[in-house]
Structures are given as structure tokens and as C-alpha cells.
């Protein structure tokens, strides 16, 4: 019998800070290496220091960064006894040891869309090519078999979820003193609907806000200035750490995300691993991790998530207090969804 083949993640977009991109390769990588197997992790640092012959060299140093990345997907490939995973889209993705990761498809959503009919071509185009697909949620793999037009069979879902460590410092931090009524963890971009929520959110309210600018900051701070001393909204663009992110957390009593397009949505884990009642959305993949969620608002209603943050208020209604454990023994457990992933790559394609 064959040796297991040698797993690498590459991308070069994101950076160590950039949390959604770099948690789920994280969490990946170290579980499969516990297990005996070689990994190699190539995010943006990785890649810098790394050799970039040939083309791919010449491509950087002119900024042609797309056909650098091409080149170097390739190049990864081409290592006997490797299977690359990769969430940049332009890639040889035809390649039987290639893996394409879609977290989501924002650019086929006018809500969200980021990138232009440029991004969307490469999605259709490298999705028909690609031989495996894998993505977060049966709603990113709908969205993907209708705007990519690929056969179901080709397009795997594994779940994001939560390391041990990161459930464990979600306990941690229940005890912590409550210093606001609403916590919303996620980067500032327009379909998170950040205005929204601290239009809506009745006065009195305490909110804290935690995510990178995206691109929408300075609407919710025109939209915070807008409310006056109404509310009290502290925005933090630079949480560190995870122990500062679950602490603070832990100093809410609700978590809430009125986001209308999402691949997947870890914070709604964070918050309930951190005893937090959860109140989000309803859409698709949220409704794929309901077990979790306390309460969902239909999208892009103001006047329904005034009521229901007014009802929160009022009632101080308690999270789900077997989250953790849940979470622990679930199919969102890193021993769960490494073993789904493990079974994807190694199944020929």
C-alpha cells in the first residue's frame, strides 16, 4: 500500500491576520499532522520566502500576482507524492492532484459582491475545470452547482469548526463580567450589515463590534455617530489574539450576526461555545448550523431585528449551556471535520 500523500495548503492571500482564510487551514493542518502525516502550510509569508523560478519569478516582479499564484500552484503539483489544497481560484485546477476550496461565492451575489464579472469568470471557469471541489456548507455547494454549472458529485462539503483549544477558551471566558448586550464578530463589509445593527439596536444598548475594515467602517461609524449617546458601540479592528478575541466575547450576553450572505459563520460557534444566546440571519447556512443559533431574524429587516434585539433587552433569555460539550462531539469537532477532509483528499478524484 501506497504512503499517504504529503497534504499542501496554499494561499497566498491571506496573511496569519487574516483570520477567516488562515483558522481553517490552521485547524486542519495541525490536526492532520498529530496523526503522522506531512503537511505544508504556504500562506503569504510562506510564499514570500519561498523560491519563485521561471516564469512565476518574472510574473511576481512585474505584480502580475494572479499568473505568480497560477505558476505556483502548478509548481507545488508537480512534487511527487503531494496533493495541493488551494482557495485561490486561478490555479491549474484540472490537475488530478489539485484540490479547489470555495468558502463562498460572493461574486455571483449583488449583496455581496466583491471583485467583478473578472472574479466571477474565474469561478466558472477553474470550478468546470477543477476535478475536486471542496466547500463549507451544502449552501456554498448549491451556490456553486448553479452559477459554476458542475455536477453535484464533484463538489464535496466539509465543515468549518472549532479546535479543542479554541472550545476551551470559550469556557473560560463565561465567567467574564458583562460589559455589553451584544457582540458582533466579523470584518467590516457592506453584506455584514454593521449600520444596520446599531440603527436598529434600541437605545441603551451596549454593542461591541470586532472585525478588519473591509471597506464599510467608516458607514458604521457615520451610522454609530448618527445614534448619538442613544448607544454605546466600541468598534476594535485589531484583536490580537484569541484569548483577547474569547475574552471579549465573554463580556457580552448575546452574540448576533445580521449578515445576508455567508459560506459558513464560525463566530455563531464561538458564541455558543462561549454560552452566549445566539441570534443571527436566516439564511441557508445558518439554518445548517441551527443547533446553535437561538433565534433568527429574517435578512435585511430592520424593523424585525429592532424587535427581536428589543426583546433580547427585555428578557435576558440565557444561551444553549451544552453547546461546548455539543460542540466537542459534533460534526463541527476538528476530529470530525478533519477526518470528512482526509476522506475528500485521498478519494480519487
Known amino acids: 500500500m501506497s504512503s499517504p500523500r504529503k497534504i499542501v495548503f496554499f494561499n497566498p492571500y491571506a496573511d496569519r491576520d487574516t483570520k477567516g482564510a488562515a483558522r481553517r487551514i490552521e485547524l486542519l493542518s495541525a490536526a492532520i499532522r498529530r496523526q503522522g502525516r506531512e503537511?505544508?502550510?504556504?500562506?503569504?509569508?510562506?510564499?514570500?520566502?519561498?523560491?519563485?523560478?521561471?516564469?512565476?519569478?518574472?510574473?511576481?516582479?512585474?505584480?502580475?500576482?494572479?499568473?505568480?499564484?497560477?505558476c505556483a500552484a502548478g509548481r507545488l503539483a508537480r512534487e511527487a507524492g503531494t496533493v495541493v489544497v488551494s482557495e485561490v481560484i486561478f490555479i491549474p485546477s484540472w490537475r488530478s492532484n489539485i484540490v479547489l476550496?470555495?468558502?463562498?461565492?460572493?461574486?455571483?451575489?449583488?449583496?455581496?459582491?466583491?471583485?467583478?464579472?473578472?472574479?466571477?469568470?474565474?469561478?466558472r471557469v477553474f470550478a468546470r475545470l477543477a476535478r475536486k471541489i471542496v466547500v463549507v456548507s451544502r449552501a456554498v455547494q448549491q451556490d456553486v452547482v448553479r452559477h459554476c454549472d458542475v455536477p453535484a458529485a464533484?463538489?464535496?462539503v466539509n465543515y468549518n469548526g472549532l479546535s479543542a483549544e479554541r472550545i476551551a477558551l470559550a469556557e473560560r471566558s463565561r465567567s467574564a463580567d458583562k460589559r455589553y448586550d451584544f457582540v458582533y464578530v466579523s470584518s467590516f463589509a457592506r453584506h455584514k450589515r454593521h449600520a444596520m445593527l446599531v440603527a436598529a439596536a434600541p437605545a441603551g444598548a451596549r454593542l461591541c463590534l470586532i472585525?478588519?475594515?473591509?471597506?464599510?467602517?467608516?458607514?458604521?461609524?457615520?451610522?454609530?455617530?448618527?445614534?448619538?449617546?442613544?448607544?454605546?458601540?466600541?468598534?476594535?479592528?485589531?484583536?490580537?489574539?484569541?484569548?483577547?478575541?474569547?475574552?471579549?466575547?465573554?463580556?457580552?450576553?448575546?452574540?448576533?450576526?445580521?449578515?445576508v450572505f455567508e459560506g459558513f459563520g464560525i463566530p455563531l460557534l464561538e458564541y455558543a461555545a462561549?454560552?452566549?444566546?445566539?441570534?443571527?440571519?436566516?439564511?441557508?447556512?445558518?439554518?445548517?448550523?441551527?443547533?446553535y443559533v437561538d433565534r433568527f431574524v429574517p435578512p435585511d429587516d430592520e424593523p424585525a431585528l429592532r424587535q427581536a434585539m428589543a426583546d433580547f433587552m427585555r428578557d435576558r433569555p440565557a444561551g444553549k449551556a451544552a453547546?461546548?460539550?455539543?460542540?466537542?462531539?459534533?460534526?463541527?469537532?476538528?476530529?470530525?471535520?478533519?477526518?470528512?477532509?482526509?476522506?475528500?483528499?485521498?478519494?480519487?478524484?
Do not use: N
Not at 104 to 111: G, Y
Not at 279 to 290: H, K, Q, T, V
Open 39 to 70: 503537511v505544508e502550510v504556504v500562506l503569504q509569508e510562506e510564499y514570500l520566502a519561498g523560491p519563485h523560478p521561471g516564469l512565476e519569478g518574472l510574473a511576481q516582479r512585474r505584480g502580475l500576482q494572479r499568473l505568480a499564484y497560477f
Open 101 to 123: 476550496t470555495i468558502h463562498d461565492l460572493k461574486a455571483f451575489d449583488a449583496r455581496a459582491s466583491r471583485g467583478g464579472r473578472m472574479r466571477a469568470w474565474a469561478y
Open 154 to 156: 464533484k463538489v464535496h
Open 211 to 259: 472585525g478588519r475594515d473591509l471597506g464599510s467602517l467608516q458607514e458604521v461609524r457615520e451610522a454609530v455617530a448618527r445614534r448619538g449617546h442613544e448607544i454605546t458601540v466600541d468598534i476594535l479592528t485589531d484583536v490580537g489574539t484569541d484569548d483577547e478575541l474569547f475574552a471579549l466575547i465573554g463580556q457580552a450576553r448575546c452574540g448576533i450576526f445580521p449578515s
Open 274 to 291: 462561549t454560552g452566549l444566546y445566539v441570534m443571527a440571519s436566516d439564511i441557508g447556512i445558518f439554518r445548517e448550523i441551527a443547533d
Open 323 to 349: 453547546a461546548a460539550d455539543l460542540l466537542r462531539r459534533g460534526e463541527f469537532s476538528e476530529d470530525a471535520v478533519t477526518r470528512a477532509f482526509l476522506a475528500i483528499v485521498d478519494e480519487p478524484a
